[in-house]
Each structure stands twice: as structure tokens, then as C-alpha cells.
T-cell receptor, first 114, second 115 residues
Framework: ETGVTQSPTHLIKTRGQQVTLRCSSQ?????VSWYQQALGQGPQFIFQ???????GRGNFPPRFSGLQFPNYSSELNVNALELDDSALYLC?????????????FGEGSRLTVL | AQSVTQLDSQVPVFEEAPVELRCNYS??????LFWYVQYPNQGLQLLLK??????LVKGINGFEAEFNKSQTSFHLRKPSVHISDTAEYFC?????????????FGKGTKLSVKP
């Protein structure tokens, strides 16, 4: 059974550019959530996808968007990058969409915006 | 809205000593409670969770936590730590009535176990 995998592991972008981060869910999981973890902070919920539809969103602007594909893999897209977008982006998959389902996290994609 | 406060940003401790990592939460609704661990350069891993029932919850790697509703706390304990327990620990809550199960995390506590 493969776990949650994310790519790329590290990337550097400049302000104003766009970035796409990818996530492969753990086998059998139909829900994926994205979190942003700034340096020295706990992860913050960006949004969740369940069966290819957005199923909840945290306090992030519309330039943060996502997709979930039929095989339950997912993308996080960020447009018009700002310096404050520099962070570790974590993908987590689960079998249940509700609050009791255990989240399985990937190792993250570390984004640096210059 | 919910919030989580982890009272210590760093906790140094000697190997085989007991440790307690403190977590308090604030919420206007009933919540589920979680502790996650993040080892260096790895993703988060669930240690334990409180959903209902006994307020003393046992998790992996010898950790346990006690839910105290009156004090809105969920402190994590281990009677004897190992070097391998060095990691960052996050307390989190989730709205019991929520549909998407998003977690609200604290800022984390870095546990450093010294020989």
C-alpha cells in the first residue's frame, strides 16, 4: 500500500508567477485536503476535495485553487504568487470526509517565493 | 470558531524522563481532539485522537492524552521518552458537526530529547 506522495519536494518561484503542486492520495482514499504550513506555525487548512468537488475552504483567497481527478489525485494551484506564500504545502488524504477520518499526510512541497 | 494553544514552543528533556506537552483549546461547539507528530523532513503522523468515551486516550509509541472538558485541555504525556521521540508535536481540533473535517492546528511544540 503506497502512502501519500507529493511533487515537487522543493521549488523556487518569483513574485507574480504561478505554481502547481501535485498529490497522489493513499490507495482507497477518496478525500484530499491541502494545508499550508508557514515557518514556525502549525498547518492551516486551505481546502478539501471529495469526489472531485470542493467540499470546504479555509480563509484563503481565490488565487488558491485546486482540482481532484477521477483517480483521486489532486493539484493545488496558486496564481500571482506573493512573498507570504512561501511555506510547506501539505496534502492529506482520508477515506472519510467527515471529522473522524484519520488524515494521512504527505511529506510536503516546500515553496520559496523570491 | 475554534482555536488551539500549545503552551510551550520548545520542551527539552533527558532520555527516560517523563514528559507532558500541554494543549488548550477554545470552541463554541463540541470538538474532536487530535495529536500529530512531525519528524524532521516528514509529513504529519497521527499519534492519537479523542472522539468520545474514556477521557484517557492511548496512542502509538507509548503516548497517551487526557481530555479535560472543564479545563478545555488535551495534554499529551509519555512516562519515559527516547531519543527517537525528538520531533515536533501538534495538537489539533475538529468541529464535531462539520462535514469536511478540517483540522485547526496549534503552533506546535518541539520536543528535544537529550542523552
Amino acid at each position: 500500500e503506497t502512502g501519500v506522495t507529493q511533487s515537487p519536494t522543493h521549488l523556487i518561484k518569483t513574485r507574480g508567477q504561478q505554481v502547481t503542486l501535485r498529490c497522489s492520495s493513499q490507495s482507497g482514499h477518496n478525500t484530499v485536503s491541502w494545508y499550508q504550513q508557514a515557518l514556525g506555525q502549525g498547518p492551516q487548512f486551505i481546502f478539501q476535495y471529495y469526489r472531485e468537488e470542493e467540499n470546504g475552504r479555509g480563509n484563503f483567497p481565490p488565487r488558491f485553487s485546486g482540482l481532484q481527478f477521477p483517480n483521486y489525485s489532486s493539484e493545488l494551484n496558486v496564481n500571482a504568487l506573493e512573498l507570504d506564500d512561501s511555506a510547506l504545502y501539505l496534502c492529506a488524504s482520508s477515506f472519510l470526509q467527515g471529522p473522524t477520518g484519520e488524515l494521512f499526510f504527505g511529506e510536503g512541497s516546500r515553496l520559496t517565493v523570491l | 470558531a475554534q482555536s488551539v494553544t500549545q503552551l510551550d514552543s520548545q520542551v527539552p528533556v533527558f532520555e527516560e524522563a517523563p514528559v507532558e506537552l500541554r494543549c488548550n483549546y477554545s470552541s463554541s461547539v463540541s470538538v474532536y481532539l487530535f495529536w500529530y507528530v512531525q519528524y524532521p523532513n516528514q509529513g504529519l503522523q497521527l499519534l492519537l485522537k479523542y472522539l468520545s468515551g474514556s477521557t484517557l486516550v492511548k496512542g502509538i509509541n507509548g503516548f497517551e492524552a487526557e481530555f479535560n472538558k472543564s479545563q478545555t485541555s488535551f495534554h499529551l504525556r509519555k512516562p519515559s521518552v527516547h531519543i527517537s521521540d525528538t520531533a515536533e508535536y501538534f495538537c489539533a481540533v475538529s468541529d464535531m458537526g462539520g462535514s469536511q473535517g478540517n483540522l485547526i492546528f496549534g503552533k506546535g511544540t518541539k520536543l528535544s530529547v537529550k542523552p
